[in-house]
């Protein structure tokens, strides 16, 4: 039998996250979830780059509801083993690096995604990163910064849903796996592989017309240059979405020749079969 591992997803802590953290363990059990990971929204990128908020409606979550709550379900949970990890919104602006620090020092999260959501002071969800550019400009610029966001300044343990902007992308064609793309993607997976990170297979990819981010030849790509640590991520906001695609995404990276995923916990290694 398949040890499901969903490693990335929101509970109502985070403000766009739909259903409490209750709900969503209930559903973790029901689908026999063996490692949950939540990973909290903490963008802090919209704190020092001023980044308005939809609705203007400034929001973060608060780690000190979140965190207290998530390690009381981890003592009494018995059946799956839940990660209260954090999803760190990259910046190329410094004054997020003590921000995130201070963050990671008092809380200690068991895990860390380390995503790009935003270029400058726009986030791709709302599609004005887009606005102007061609496709090869704007994936250009986004992958420049997932780049340097390898060279963030506080830990992490794994890269969050390379491909991000394609999910809201204008683009007929959403694919970040071409001619144009080759250089700057072998930088970014050899960096990911020399530094002993996890490359985040993430299944919420509709709006990009993938089955799953990053685009399947990319992750290949990854695997074909050495890279053997993935994670499966849902990135699921509510308990509809817990560990969505996870079979099929599976046989997909089993087709490619992967064997096991990798799930970060405390600066440790878990690698559970695939
Ligand atoms: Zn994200
Ligand atoms: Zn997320």
Redesign the pocket.
Known sequence: MDILTDV???TAF?PDGQDDIDTMLARAKELRLAWWGI?E?FDYDYLTDNIPFDDGAAQFTDPEAYFPAARALQQSEKEVHILAGA?LGFTRNRAVVPLYRNLIARYRPDFI?N?VHTQGTQDYYYRTPFRGKDKKTAYGEYLALVRESLDADYPYDIV??IGYPARYAPYADKSMDGADFIGALDDILTTIIARGKILEVNT?AAGADAPFLPFPPIVRRYFALGGREISI?S?A?GARRLADKRRETAAILKEIGFAFVTVPCRGEKIYVEL
Do not use: L, Y
Request: hydrophobic share 20%.
């Open positions: 990335h997803t929101h985070s990973a929204h999803e995604v995503s969050g849903h919420s991520a990135d906001h």
